[in-house]
């Protein structure tokens, strides 16, 4: 329906430490033009992925201040957080990465200021049209690929199998512990270096990912599969978990490097590299555990931002926002997926909110005052006599 109405989708600079993406790049610009989508850009918003204010200016975006834009924007378009929630105002919606599970309160506050939330990382991930929208997928996979490279960074020998004049090196030795989306792109890349790889996980349906890949799948004969819902991984039971990490030390320690991806939705990251696997491993060994987070991570001891070396000369390094570290890439892929989604949204120049659209059903988290989507709603405290879907409850 062609309306005449443009809608302002504006562009931040992001401020969370070390972030170093942007949500939308140049290019973005003239594909959401002809869906009547102007582009405001905050002045310096592409700095840290090298994208210049001309760049977006040459694009056709407006290259404006932060105020303006909370000022004047419809929509504004993040990869994590937006400013202070204070800056937004009622009928603005805000489109990013913005983890309503791990704080349903952040959207309550927006959603009490009236504002329109929707996170990318609630899109259902396994219906094919929303693929293109997969932000939590395109992010994994250059993490996963950077990953290998900070690997191979704090390794004291090569990857591949050298031989020259001055000796031959073996090529090292890399195991991958869960092989969702960021620990297949670890293998790929850890192949193209050259590495023998190895991989597993706890479904077993990727076991022909693993291979397909040219890595060999590491069998465990203690633990079964522990498929879950929508793809993902359940959580183990004590019993499970202990098997498990008896048996992986034995692997563990035979390994030049191991690289750890493994996450269960909701629940803290599982234990899969012990104490007693690390005391197993030789001197100059190194391992990167990308679960590493507040709650624990992968691997015994791993700090999130932190590298660290242990008695015996194993390093450690609890990986952080690795996909920010590859700003360009990053941003050019999500800057498609955010830009697929903002598309999938408009109607006629403006937002066109329906939950019963199986997408926005994931995606929005407040619309019109209130949490809208069910899991965050009732992560939140229900006051006496109200279901707990109203964002302002508390
Ligand atoms: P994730 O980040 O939640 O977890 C990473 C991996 O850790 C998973 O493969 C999981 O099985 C594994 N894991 C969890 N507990 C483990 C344990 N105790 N031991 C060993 N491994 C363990 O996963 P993800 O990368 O987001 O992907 C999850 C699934 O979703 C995969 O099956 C992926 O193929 C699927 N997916 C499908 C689509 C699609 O259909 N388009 C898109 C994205 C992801």
Redesign the pocket.
Request: proline share 5%; charged share 20%; glycine share 12%.
């Given at each position: 329906m062609e309306t005449g109405r443009r809608m302002k989708a504006a562009v931040v600079k992001e401020t969370s430490p070390g972030e170093r993406r942007v949500a939308l790049v140049p290019d973005a610009v003239a594909k959401l033009a002809p869906a009547g989508i102007d582009v405001l850009v905050e002045s310096g918003a592409g700095d840290g992925a090298w994208l210049s204010d001309a760049a977006y200016a040459d694009a056709g975006a407006s290259i404006v201040s932060a105020a303006e834009i909370y000022r004047t924007a419809d929509v504004i378009l993040t990869v994590t957080r937006p400013g202070a929630v204070g800056e937004l105002r009622a009928g603005q919606a805000v489109i990013g990465m913005l983890a309503p599970l791990a704080d349903p309160e952040y959207a309550a506050a927006l959603a009490a200021r009236g504002v329109t939330v929707i996170s990318l990382d609630g899109l259902p991930?396994?219906l094919?049209r929303a693929?293109p929208m997969?932000a939590?997928?395109s992010q994994?996979n250059v993490a996963g690929y950077k990953a290998v490279l900070v690997a191979a960074g704090e390794f004291g020998r090569f990857f591949p199998l050298l031989i020259t004049a001055a000796g031959t090196a073996r090529p090292a030795k890399v195991l991958v512990?869960?092989?969702?989306?960021?620990?297949l792109q670890a293998i790929g890349t850890a192949r193209r270096l050259g590495a023998v790889v190895s991989g597993?996980?706890?479904?077993p349906?990727?076991k022909d990912e693993v291979t397909s890949l040219g890595a060999t799948f590491l069998e465990l004969t203690s633990v079964g599969s522990?498929a879950g819902e929508?793809?993902?991984?359940r959580e183990?039971t004590a019993e499970e978990r202990q098997a498990?990490q008896e048996e992986l030390t034995g692997h563990i320690a035979r390994q030049d490097v191991v690289i750890t991806?493994?996450?269960?939705?909701g629940r803290k990251p599982?234990l899969?590299v012990t104490e007693d696997a690390i005391k197993a491993m030789a001197p100059g060994s190194v391992i990167v555990d990308m679960a590493a987070s507040a709650l624990g991570g992968n691997v015994t001891g791993s700090v999130p931002g932190q590298t660290t070396v242990t008695g015996n000369g194993v390093t450690i390094v609890g990986a952080e926002n690795l996909a920010a570290t590859v700003p360009t890439a990053a941003s050019n892929a999500y800057s498609r997926n955010i830009s697929a989604m903002l598309l999938h949204l408009t109607s006629g120049g403006a937002l066109a909110i329906d939950t019963s659209d199986e997408i926005q059903a994931g995606v929005v988290i407040a619309h019109d005052g209130r949490v809208v989507h069910e899991g965050v709603a009732s992560l939140l405290k229900p006051v006496e006599g109200d279901p707990g879907v109203d964002g302002t409850a508390n």
């Amino acid at each position: 329906m062609e309306t005449g109405r443009r809608m302002k989708a504006a562009v931040v600079k992001e401020t969370s430490p070390g972030e170093r993406r942007v949500a939308l790049v140049p290019d973005a610009v003239a594909k959401l033009a002809p869906a009547g989508i102007d582009v405001l850009v905050e002045s310096g918003a592409g700095d840290g992925a090298w994208l210049s204010d001309a760049a977006y200016a040459d694009a056709g975006a407006s290259i404006v201040s932060a105020a303006e834009i909370y000022r004047t924007a419809d929509v504004i378009l993040t990869v994590t957080r937006p400013g202070a929630v204070g800056e937004l105002r009622a009928g603005q919606a805000v489109i990013g990465m913005l983890a309503p599970l791990a704080d349903p309160e952040y959207a309550a506050a927006l959603a009490a200021r009236g504002v329109t939330v929707i996170s990318l990382d609630g899109l259902p991930r396994t219906l094919s049209r929303a693929q293109p929208m997969d932000a939590l997928t395109s992010q994994s996979n250059v993490a996963g690929y950077k990953a290998v490279l900070v690997a191979a960074g704090e390794f004291g020998r090569f990857f591949p199998l050298l031989i020259t004049a001055a000796g031959t090196a073996r090529p090292a030795k890399v195991l991958v512990l869960g092989t969702g989306v960021a620990g297949l792109q670890a293998i790929g890349t850890a192949r193209r270096l050259g590495a023998v790889v190895s991989g597993y996980d706890i479904r077993p349906t990727s076991k022909d990912e693993v291979t397909s890949l040219g890595a060999t799948f590491l069998e465990l004969t203690s633990v079964g599969s522990a498929a879950g819902e929508g793809g993902y991984a359940r959580e183990l039971t004590a019993e499970e978990r202990q098997a498990q990490q008896e048996e992986l030390t034995g692997h563990i320690a035979r390994q030049d490097v191991v690289i750890t991806t493994a996450q269960v939705p909701g629940r803290k990251p599982p234990l899969l590299v012990t104490e007693d696997a690390i005391k197993a491993m030789a001197p100059g060994s190194v391992i990167v555990d990308m679960a590493a987070s507040a709650l624990g991570g992968n691997v015994t001891g791993s700090v999130p931002g932190q590298t660290t070396v242990t008695g015996n000369g194993v390093t450690i390094v609890g990986a952080e926002n690795l996909a920010a570290t590859v700003p360009t890439a990053a941003s050019n892929a999500y800057s498609r997926n955010i830009s697929a989604m903002l598309l999938h949204l408009t109607s006629g120049g403006a937002l066109a909110i329906d939950t019963s659209d199986e997408i926005q059903a994931g995606v929005v988290i407040a619309h019109d005052g209130r949490v809208v989507h069910e899991g965050v709603a009732s992560l939140l405290k229900p006051v006496e006599g109200d279901p707990g879907v109203d964002g302002t409850a508390n």
